[in-house]
């Protein structure tokens, strides 16, 4: 089963970092472009940054985060973080990865849009808190 998995939320203070962790067991991440989305109670699911697939050296964030987060591949782990710095209150969301349904894409998109992005993860938790 294709299945994507998310680690490494939690709770923090403002001005922290957190890295969250993507990885697949049954298919190879580095064919496909990878998008990193959040939703916060109330507020629908919102772009916060992507990457191309290998084919590419293509990143992509939303203006709230440029600056702050990092988008990266780790292909001998399967993995793609998201690095978050100096994280803010506001930042506090369910944080999702997903997998864009077309390989070998140059470029990707922010907007979560499943059609596109066909492969999930089930969450984790990001609260920033002082």
């Known amino acids: 089963q294709l299945q994507l998995v998310e680690s490494g939320g939690g709770l923090v203070q403002p001005g922290e970092s957190l890295r969250l962790s993507c990885t697949a067991s049954?298919?190879?991440?580095?064919?496909?472009?990878i998008g990193w989305f959040r939703q916060a109670p109330g507020k629908e699911r919102e772009g916060v940054s992507c990457i191309s697939s290998t084919s590419g050296i293509f990143t992509h964030y939303a203006d709230s985060v440029k600056g702050r987060f990092t988008v990266y591949r780790d292909s001998a782990k399967n993995t793609v973080y998201l690095q978050m710095s100096s994280l803010k209150p506001e930042d506090s969301a369910v944080y999702y990865c997903a997998s864009d349904r077309i390989e070998y894409l140059t470029l990707c998109t922010l907007s979560p849009d499943k059609e596109r992005y066909d492969i999930w993860g089930q969450g984790t938790q990001v609260a920033v808190s002082s």
């Open positions: 049954a298919f190879n991440l580095d064919r496909y472009a």
